[in-house]
C-alpha cells in the first residue's frame, strides 16, 4: 500500500470511514493517536482516526523534540520510564526512524567542584547502563573546564568546573507525527483531518463508535466501531464529558514554553543541559539555529493555542543568561512556541486502568514538574479505551498498550503488536539515497545540500519529492530567502501528507512558523499559490487561507511583540546547579 495522505482524496476518506463498520476508530492525530492507528492497523485491524485540526496540531508539534531517557526523571526515580524510554530511542534511532530521530550530544556542565562530578557522573552511569551494551549512542564522557568550553566558548568560564556529555537523540516532532500516520495508512488506516468526534455511540453501556463532524463543512456522520480508542491528550476530559463517561483519570494540563533562537546568539557545537530552580533548560541545535527551554506552569485556558506570555519569555533569557558569557537579549529571539503537556493528575481506579498508572493518590497539588510522565490506560466502558500521559519518546509502547486494551473483548484474537519491527515511511533504502546525493543531485539539476536537506526531512522518500521537481522544475526553487525549503515540499506536503490549509505547511510541515522572524507570513502567498491548483482554491480562497494564517501566526507570536523590560541579573545569581 502507498502509505499516502493524498489531502485531494479527503472525499475518499471520508466516504470509505462513514462506510464502516471498522474495528477500531482512534480520536485524536496527534504521537499517540497516529502511534494507535498504526498499531492496530499493523495488526491487521480495519483502522479509522479522525483529528479535530491538523495531525500534531496539538502537544505533538510543541515538545521540546527530544527523543530522550529524560535523566531529570532518573533523579526522581522514575527508572522503569527511563529504561523504557532509552530502549525506545535507541529503537527509532537504529531501526525504526533513522532519518527522523539523530542522535545529539548534551553538554552538562559542573558548577560545583567536589560533589557535583560523582553526582552528575553516578547518574549518567546509571543511564548508560540502562540502555544496555548494544548501543547506536556513545557512551557519556568526562570534560575538564578547558575541554567544555572547547565545545561550548558561550559559557561563562568563571566558577565553571568542568562537564560531562552524554547523548540523547532529537526529532521534528511533527514530522515525525505525521510520518507514523502516513505508515499507519500504508497498513490500511483511513485517516481524516479536520474531522472532530462530537460524541460516542452507545448501544447500552457498549461504545459502538463516534458521531463526527466535518470541521470543513459542518456536515455531520457516523462512524461505526467495535472499539473506539481516545488519544485526545489535553482534551481527553472533554471527549469524556460530551459522552457522559466517567473515565477513571483527569488530565492536568501544564505549559511549556520554547524560544528559537538565531545560530550565531550561541557559540557552542553541541546540546546543552543545564539546571534551573524548578527543573532543567536545554539549549537545543535546531538546524542553524537553537531551540531553548522550556517552562513548566499549570494552565487552565484554551487547550488549542495555549498562550506564551512576555514573563515566558524573560524566564527563558533569564535562565539561560545566567551561563552564558554573552547574554541572550529579545533580539536573538526568532520564534517562540507554547504546548500542553497531558499529565495525569489523579489515578484511575485499580479495576479499570493497566499496570502503568500512577498508583499514589491525591497529586492534583503537586507541582507539575514533579508529576509521573508514565501513561495511564483506562476502560471506562466496554468498546471504549482511553490513553494519557506519556512522553513522545515512548509513544510506541503507549500505543501497543491502548490497542491490546480495547481489542481485549474482541470475540477473535488479535495478535500481538508488531510495531518494533516496522519501520516507517522513509526508513527503508535510506543508507542506499544518502549515499547516492550527488548523483540524485546531478541527475534532478539541484545542489547537493538540497539534496541532502531532503533525505534528512524524508529519507528514502526524498525521491518522491524530487519527482514532482522534474515533473515542474520551478518547484525545485527555494520557498523562501534564508531558509532551505524548496517548493516542491509544499505540493508534496498536499500530494503526500495531507495538509489541507497555509496553516497545515507553515506551522507543521515545513516549520517556518517558528523558525522565521516573520512566522512565515512572507511565504503564505506563494504557499496558498502552490496549492491553490491542487486543492482547487479560486482568487478569494487563497486570501482567506493567507490572512487565516496571518491571525494565526500573530497570535502564536503574540508574546515577542510585547515590550517587557528584561530584568537585570546579579552576579551572585549565577547557576547553583
Ligand atoms: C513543552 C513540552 C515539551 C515536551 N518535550 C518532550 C520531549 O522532548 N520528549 C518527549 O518524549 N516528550 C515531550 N513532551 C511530551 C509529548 O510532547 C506529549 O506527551 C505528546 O506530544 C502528547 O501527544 P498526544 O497525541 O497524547 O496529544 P496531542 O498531540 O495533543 O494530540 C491530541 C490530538 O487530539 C485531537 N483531538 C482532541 N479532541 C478531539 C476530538 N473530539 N476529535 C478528534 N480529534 C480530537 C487534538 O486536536 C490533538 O491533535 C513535551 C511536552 C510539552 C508540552
Redesign the pocket.
Known sequence: MPGVLDARDRDGALRRLAAGPLDVLV????????GAALDAASRGLRVGL???????????????????G?LRYLEQGDFKLVKE?LRERDLLVSRLAPHLVTPLPFLYPLYKKVVERPYVGAGLVLYDAMEGTRRPVPYHRHLTTRGALRRAPALRPDRLAGAMVYYDAQVD?ARY?MTVARTAAAHGAIVLTR????SLLRDGERVTGAR?RDEETGREFDVRAAAVIV?????SD??HL?SGVRAGYQVRM?????LVLAGPAIDATTGMIVRTSKSVLFFIPWGERWIV????TDWSGDR?EPAANPEDVDYILREANRVLAKPLSRSDVLGIY?????LVAEPAPEKNTDKHADKHTGNGDKPTTKLS?EHVVDTPLPGLAS?????????RL?ARDVVDAAVAGFPEPVPPSVTGQLPLIGADGLPAVRASARRLAADYGLEVAAVEHLTARYGAAAVEVLDIIQADQSLGQPLTDGHPYLRAEVAYAVTHEGALHVEDVLARRVRLLIESPDAGTSAAPEVAAIMAPLLGWNRRRRATEVRDYEAFAAASTAALHTPQPLPGLADEALVSA
Open positions: 480520536i485524536g492525530g496527534g504521537i499517540t493517536g497516529a479522525v483529528e479535530s485540526r491538523d495531525l500534531a496540531a496539538g502537544t505533538s508539534s510543541r515538545s521540546s523534540k527530544l527523543i530522550h529524560g524510554a516532532d507525527t474531522a472532530s468526534a462530537t463526527v488519544c485526545a491528550g489535553v482534551w472533554l471527549v460530551t501544564s505549559k511549556g514554553v520554547h527551554g522550556t517552562t513548566d488549542a507554547a504546548g500542553l503537556r497531558p510522565r490513553i494519557a500521559g506519556g512522553k513522545f519518546t515512548t509513544y503507549m
